[in-house]
């Protein structure tokens, strides 16, 4: 027979059962993003110096060299993906989440959730066929625009969940103060969504920055210093490749030191931009 | 020609809290709906300046579609549906060419739950109305946030924490705030829609003590569950009640001791009297 006492034991039993489990997935996460960090640190320290950060590539057999080119590249292109892609998707997901009802906003949403899933490379085919073969160059305009293409749908997504979650009272809030729709949208439903656009924005960015896939026949990657948009461009995921799989020490070192800056790339653009917003919030 | 809605609005060189006139209100077969289901029927309601009215009922009979028919909130939500008239000083809101926004200007809306907006401090809440619209006040921004804070006797709390957050305050707090938002845009009616349903009892006194005060200078209406509420603050009380269809329908209104203590529908002195709803 089951006493109370007995019943309470049990879900005592059960309860520590379940929180271990959980402990248990949680640490097997955070083990998993530490080895990763831990070892590209581990690997990269040792090749990460002035000369890394500040020259471009030697020949084989020449030591030093660096991937300043590469980093730099990599900026450039995340840039011009930030601007292709950005705009659009933010767009997008707010026309989503405040007109978006009917037929057009439901093929907007499917189109934007089939694009999440098609592989990077088949997006750098398009720009590819759109961009280099017409113009007849591989070039960094390219490879940021295909990095854009891949940023889109992840923004307009994010987007739309962000501002969709900002609670009806507060438009009605707005309204009912006399405040015209596109004011309460502008004014009120996006910067309380915030925060959670720039999240989106943020891992759309972190997940580009590291694609190497739709760069490879796009900005093609450049051994020089180049600042033109028309031309190729590095790309350190690019470096990063080529260098891992050839068969110099060396190299293979530049290649982890190239990654231990790619990591450090993506986490200073997430603390930096976090920080703009907080100091944003309830400002003025 | 202009609309009469329009020229009626206040010239912005008036210090708009300062205006004490209150303006009449009136509901001519006010019918609303959602799609096909509908949540009115020919309301006819007469609100009259300096007093509160009262609108009770039981839950769904229409009391919220109804308050947000008046400021045309209502056609806000997908898929509503109004029709009928909704005279404002004799001029209809519903009438061709007039402009929703600016009828919302004219007539205040707060809410059950208290909805400062989280990205503003105290201050800007308050401002947000004129901000937001571009107004003018014809006076310092400071001097009529204060004025307002002060109108809802809420400046004392709140005078060394303008630039927080709004939503740092307690709820009774946040729904004074809420209510100075909306006087700062000086509205001439005043819709609270179950203001206090969210609050503890002392701020929900602290409120009721306010409307007799704004009761004043604006024609009040108030939606409330609260029976007790009712009786304590409103002067006019309308009782309504879904039909079989769920259309709620005004069943009685008078003055609000008349109703309480000598109702003349027989539903009305059921639910008065707690036999449902």
Sequence with gaps: MRT???????RKVANWLLLGLCLAALGAAVAVLLAVLGYVIVQGAGGLNLDFLTNTPRPVGDSGGGMANAIVGTLILVGIAVVVGLPVGIGAGIYLAEYGRGRLATVVRFVADVLTGVPSITIGLFAYALLVVPLKSFSAFAGGFALGVIMLPVVTRTTEESVRLVPASLREAALALGVPRWKVIARIALPTALSGIVTGALLAVARVAGETAPLLFTAFGNQFWSWSLRQPIAALPLQIFVYAISPYDDWHRQAWAGSLVLVGLVLLLSIGMRLVVRRQRYGG | MIPPILAKMRPPEQSPLALADAHSLETVRLSAGYGERPAIRDVNLTFRPGQITAIIGPSGCGKSTLIRCVNRLHEVTPSARVAGQVLLDGADVYAPGVDPVLVRRRIGMVFQRPNPFPTLSIFDNVAAGLRLNGIDPGKSLPDLVWEALDRVVLWDEVKDKLRQPGTALSGGQQQRLCIARALAVAPEVLLLDEPTAALDPMATLKIEELLRELKRDYTVVIVTHNMQQAARVSDVTAFMLAGLDNAGVVVEVGPTHQIFTNPTDRRTEEYITGRFG
């Excluded at chain 1, 109370?4 to 049990?10: F, K, N």
């Design chain 1, 4 to 10: 109370p006492l007995s019943i309470a034991w049990h």
